[in-house]
Every structure is written in structure tokens, then in C-alpha cells.
């Protein structure tokens, strides 16, 4: 079989992409389509449908700076983590959607502060409704290098289900909760809620046990000490 050129690769993305994904598609127009490491223009791994449903709720200013943060990373391919640098900016999504699900009605991203060189960076979104203004910090905690390296036991063995969640995964979790509740309480202004959504990405050998993602939520729930601070998550593939 003739392998296809740069051309048709590109050809056939745009063409698959506009009768179901017009957002994403429009994402793919404003990326470098010349580059043959583009995301759409190499794979498809993730389901794409939950995706394009997330950012088709986003208000059209929304999804414009969500596209202008990520439009950078459709062609950035790391040898072990691939497209994850793109998946954690459309992760933002996620955030939008929770507040727009709390009944927010008014929802912004926060731009960040330039004039202030290193500063404390800003929470992600901001949300408003009467009685209530929230920010959001949307966090993704990925697989482990471990488990993306090459040799990781489960690309050639059977999957082992852990019984309970690792030590240095729940390590990580508490981190990116205190890295995260930085970034809400450097915002300036008052609100009535501050909040932390997770996005999580289990390892292989995490991802099919049950039981693992109801330890989760209860450990996440337990993290959640700072009575200024809620702390919500989400599983993701």
C-alpha cells in the first residue's frame, strides 16, 4: 500500500473533521497544517466526540482564547508524553462546563497579568451569576512516565489492577491541589467560591478498577481542609 503524502493526510483531517468536529476543525485551520507532526494530521487517540460536545458549549469569545492558547501545541509531539501539552489546554473546557453546570451564567478565562513579571499566575476561569462570582482552576494530572515509557509492563503483559491508589500518585494529587489553590487566592478581587477541578488520567493498570476511582473521591474530598477552597474531579481517558 502507497504510504499517503503530507497532502492527502491533510486533506482527509479537514475533510473528516468538518461533518462532525467544527470546532476542533476550526482548531486544525488555525494550526500549522504544513507540519507533519500536526495532532490531525497524525491521530486520532482520544474520543474526539466528548471533546467537540465540551467545546461546542463554550461562547464563542470563550472558545477563541481557548483556541489561541492551544493552537501552539497542536504540533508539539514529546517523545514519551506525545500530545498532552494540547490535551491539558482543551482540559480547560472541563472548567467552563462545570460552572456553566453550577448555573453560571457569565463566564470569562482570565487573562494574564503581563505587566507583572514574576507574579503569581491567575486562576483559569471566572464565573458569574446573581448572588455568586466563582473562580475555577482547572489542573490535569496525567499518567505516570512510568507507564508512557516504552517498556512499561503492560504493553506486553496483562493489566494488573492495583488495589488502592499509589503513594506517589496521591502525592502528586495533594500538590497539584496546593499549586492549584495558590493560583485562586492570588486572584485580586473577591468571590464567592474558589475552586479546583481536577482532570485525571489514571496509569494503566488504574484505569479499569472501580474501586480505584471511588478511593479517589474520597481521597480528593478529604483534601479539601481550606474552607475557602472546593475541590471537585473528573476521570478522564
Same mark, same amino acid.
Not at 482543551?90 to 507574579?119: C, M, N, T, W
Not at 485562586?184 to 485525571?200: A, D, E, F, W
Given at each position: 500500500?502507497?504510504?499517503?503524502? =503530507?497532502?492527502?493526510?491533510?486533506?482527509?483531517?479537514?475533510?473528516?473533521?468538518?461533518?462532525?468536529?467544527?470546532?476542533?476543525?476550526?482548531?486544525?485551520?488555525?494550526? =500549522?497544517?504544513?507540519?507533519?507532526?500536526?495532532?490531525?494530521?497524525?491521530?486520532?487517540?482520544?474520543?474526539?466526540?466528548?471533546?467537540?460536545?465540551?467545546?461546542?458549549?463554550?461562547?464563542?469569545?470563550?472558545?477563541?482564547?481557548?483556541?489561541?492558547?492551544?493552537?501552539?501545541?497542536?504540533?508539539?509531539?514529546?517523545?514519551? %508524553?506525545?500530545?498532552?501539552?494540547?490535551?491539558?489546554?482543551?482540559?480547560?473546557?472541563?472548567?467552563?462546563?462545570?460552572?456553566?453546570?453550577?448555573?453560571?451564567?457569565?463566564?470569562?478565562?482570565?487573562?494574564?497579568?503581563?505587566?507583572?513579571?514574576?507574579?503569581?499566575?491567575?486562576? =483559569?476561569?471566572?464565573?458569574?451569576?446573581?448572588?455568586?462570582?466563582?473562580?475555577?482552576? #482547572?489542573?490535569?494530572?496525567?499518567?505516570?512516565? =512510568?507507564?508512557? #515509557?516504552?517498556?512499561?509492563?503492560?504493553?506486553?503483559?496483562?493489566?494488573?489492577? %492495583?488495589?488502592?491508589?499509589?503513594?506517589?500518585?496521591?502525592?502528586?494529587?495533594?500538590?497539584?491541589?496546593?499549586?492549584?489553590?495558590?493560583?485562586?487566592?492570588?486572584?485580586?478581587?473577591?468571590?464567592?467560591?474558589?475552586?479546583?477541578?481536577?482532570?485525571?488520567?489514571?496509569?494503566?493498570?488504574?484505569?479499569?478498577?472501580?474501586?480505584?476511582?471511588?478511593?479517589?473521591?474520597?481521597?480528593?474530598?478529604?483534601?479539601?481542609?481550606?474552607?475557602?477552597?472546593?475541590?471537585?474531579?473528573?476521570?478522564?481517558?
Amino acid at each position: 500500500m502507497n504510504k499517503q503524502s =503530507d497532502s492527502d493526510l491533510r486533506k482527509e483531517a479537514g475533510g473528516w473533521l468538518s461533518l462532525r468536529f467544527p470546532r476542533l476543525l476550526d482548531l486544525y485551520e488555525h494550526s =500549522d497544517r504544513e507540519n507533519p507532526k500536526n495532532y490531525f494530521n497524525v491521530e486520532f487517540p482520544l474520543p474526539l466526540s466528548e471533546e467537540e460536545k465540551r467545546l461546542a458549549r463554550l461562547d464563542s469569545e470563550s472558545w477563541k482564547i481557548l483556541r489561541e492558547k492551544a493552537v501552539p501545541y497542536v504540533s508539539v509531539d514529546d517523545s514519551v %508524553r506525545r500530545y498532552q501539552q494540547l490535551w491539558n489546554i482543551l482540559d480547560e473546557a472541563r472548567g467552563y462546563v462545570f460552572l456553566a453546570d453550577q448555573g453560571y451564567e457569565r463566564i470569562e478565562f482570565i487573562k494574564p497579568d503581563k505587566s507583572k513579571k514574576g507574579g503569581k499566575r491567575l486562576p =483559569d476561569l471566572i464565573g458569574y451569576k446573581t448572588g455568586s462570582t466563582a473562580v475555577l482552576e #482547572a489542573k490535569t494530572i496525567n499518567e505516570s512516565c =512510568d507507564n508512557l #515509557a516504552a517498556t512499561a509492563p503492560w504493553r506486553t503483559e496483562a493489566v494488573t489492577v %492495583r488495589p488502592d491508589l499509589a503513594e506517589e500518585f496521591k502525592r502528586k494529587v495533594i500538590a497539584t491541589i496546593e499549586q492549584a489553590t495558590c493560583q485562586l487566592k492570588s486572584y485580586p478581587h473577591q468571590t464567592n467560591r474558589k475552586i479546583v477541578l481536577l482532570v485525571i488520567r489514571f496509569d494503566y493498570g488504574q484505569k479499569t478498577g472501580g474501586h480505584l476511582y471511588a478511593e479517589l473521591s474520597n481521597f480528593v474530598a478529604a483534601q479539601s481542609s481550606d474552607s475557602e477552597v472546593e475541590v471537585h474531579q473528573q476521570a478522564a481517558l
